[in-house]
């Protein structure tokens, strides 16, 4: 299991996680009005950091939540988190609310309310090569309208994720309008005929860092990628369905409410594309 380490950042400097106060005021706690970012980091260095900021910024932006940090000051964070940590495989997580007022209502306090950034470090749950695959399960989505925004109100994922734990499943695949639209906590990719095919971006699912990169490892080893709307039959009879996100990179669906995808084992295109996307993560002496 994934276990979060001493160091946190909070409010402007490092120090143990356990000494961390947040007020109940604060708009996260009180409304889940707040944005995150996961970023995992191997052999000690952050990957596919880029693209994580530019979603923490653009999420920030949507709801209108002052952005703290600039981009170098993110980078010194992150990089300080890391190495106060201890470096190796870990996932950095980042939270910024909208602060505390000196009352509760709904409507936003005063540009003078500072945003409360905090952040932490995770291990990495390591994924023995036997434990590779999942069974999953279809839900119906019954998430808000504005998916692409990372908030930190995950009310729906969590019942969606209990749900499917309740079920003996690793994963709930949610279903909207007859369409998928991705994982509780994950972006879905099916395999049809050779080819990757994932949800186009909108407002109804986040835009994955990890399924950019998964297509981008692919288009090296000549695999196509495309963006279309997958209808519920399309997605039950793919030939492998994979999900990707941060802090498991891509695994494979091996049945999805209780019937098997293709054989019930990770399927070819996901050994090829997998041992791609492996080869773009930073290498080394974990230290
Ligand atoms: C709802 C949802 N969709 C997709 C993803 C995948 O995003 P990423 O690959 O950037 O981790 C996540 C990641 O946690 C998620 O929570």
């Known amino acids: 299991m994934a276990a979060p ?6 409010n402007g400097g490092f120090m143990p996680l356990s000494e961390v106060r947040i007020s109940p005021l604060d708009r996260a706690f009180l409304f889940g009005d707040a944005v995150y970012e996961v970023i995992p980091v191997y052999a000690g260095q952050p990957f596919l950091l880029d ?31 890391i190495e106060q940590n ?34 932490m470090v995770s291990t990495m749950a390591e ?22 925004i990372k908030s930190t109100a995950l009310l729906a994922n969590l019942l969606a994720r209990q749900a499917a734990r309740a079920a003996g499943a690793g994963e ?75 802090t498991r990179g891509i695994t494979p669906v091996l049945e999805l409410d209780g019937r098997k995808i293709g054989d019930g084992r990770p399927g070819p295109v996901w050994r090829k594309v997998a041992a791609a996307f492996e080869a773009m993560k930073p290498h080394g002496t974990a230290h």
Not at 189 to 198: D, F, N, S, T
Request: net charge negative; proline share 5%; with cysteine.
């Open 127 to 148: 994924i023995h090569p036997d434990q590779l695959g999942l069974r999953a399960i279809t839900l119906a989505d019954q998430r808000w309208a504005r998916c692409d």
């Open 172 to 246: 709930a695949i949610l279903l909207r309008d007859g369409h998928l639209s991705e994982g509780s906590a994950s972006s879905v990719i099916i395999v049809e005929g050779g080819a990757l095919v994932r949800r186009p971006a909108g407002p109804e699912v986040l835009p994955g860092t990890t399924t950019d990169a998964v297509f981008a490892a692919a288009a090296r080893i000549g695999v196509t990628g495309r963006d279309e709307m997958i209808s519920e039959q399309r997605l039950r009879q793919a030939d492998e369905i994979w999900i990707a996100a941060a």
């Open 51 to 81: 693209p994580h900021l530019d979603r923490l910024e653009r999420s920030l932006h949507e709801l209108s939540i002052r952005n703290p940090h600039r981009r170098t000051e993110w980078i010194e964070i992150i990089s300080g988190l």
């Open 86 to 119: 201890g470096g190796g495989n870990l996932s950095v997580y980042l939270q910024v609310s909208r602060g505390a007022d000196i009352k509760r209502d709904h409507a936003f306090p005063p540009e003078n309310v500072q945003p409360t950034v905090f952040g």
């Open 5 to 10: 380490l001493h160091t946190a950042w909070f």
